[in-house]
């Protein structure tokens, strides 16, 4: 049984697919490159629209991940070697057994590659099987309708809306879906996503 969710969560992750290991200083400008796009940005929690942007949300993942408040994920697409984006375990409720993914974000050119599915697969292999959860959630923009495809499309189940759940950039309250996979579930789950995704999906 482990021990230590915050600091056992920050492993390196990889399949033939993809390479997922804790953010550095030195992924700043890695990270960069593929960031500055409006179009990651429609539905986070945060905007990033220029480069002091983009400091403040690059600092704030070192952070959070210096103090274990999430394992946070720079992902290296293998066949190009390049950065591709970023996903994170967070909220982690050791005691409860229970953590979410999420902050997940692709750049322009990695989107519609699977690379969504292999990343999620990774993490959710070491949710269940190294960390022992019980229960991985994840929660997305009502309006963010490919990312829900994304999230059925590996096989988490819808759970519900929490209305008027946060503020977006710009004053808007975001309505919040919530979807996960359980440990019963993950057997199953565990399988189809080793096939490979079914179709292209993004997050």
Sequence with gaps: MT????????????????????????????VRAVAMDPDIWRYFVSAVENDTDFETFF?????????GRRAVYVITDK??????????????AEADRRLEIGW??????????????????????????????????FK??????QARRGLRNIGATEEGTLRS?????????????FYSVLRAEWPE?????AWGPKTAVTA
Excluded: Y
């Excluded at 322009?108 to 019980?134: M, P, Q, S, Y």
């Excluded at 997305?140 to 309708?145: F, G």
């Excluded at 759940?165 to 879906?177: E, I, L, Q, S, T």
């Excluded at 789950?189 to 996503?193: D, I, K």
């Design 3 to 30: 021990t230590n969710w915050a600091t056992d969560a920050a492993a390196i992750l990889e399949n033939d697919r993809v390479r997922l290991t804790p953010v550095t200083e030195t992924d700043r400008e890695g």
């Design 59 to 67: 600092d704030a993942m070192l952070a959070d991940q210096d103090a």
């Design 79 to 92: 066949a190009t070697g390049r950065i591709a984006g970023s996903m994170s375990f967070g909220n982690m």
């Design 104 to 137: 997940s974000w692709l750049g322009r050119d990695f989107r519609g590659k699977g690379i969504n599915h292999w990343a999620k697969a990774l993490l959710l292999a070491h949710a269940f099987d190294v960390l022992e959860a019980e229960r991985v959630e």
């Design 140 to 145: 997305t923009d009502v309006l963010n309708i």
């Design 165 to 177: 759940f946060n503020f977006m950039p710009g004053g808007r309250r975001r309505d919040a879906v």
């Design 189 to 193: 789950v565990g399988a189809a996503l």
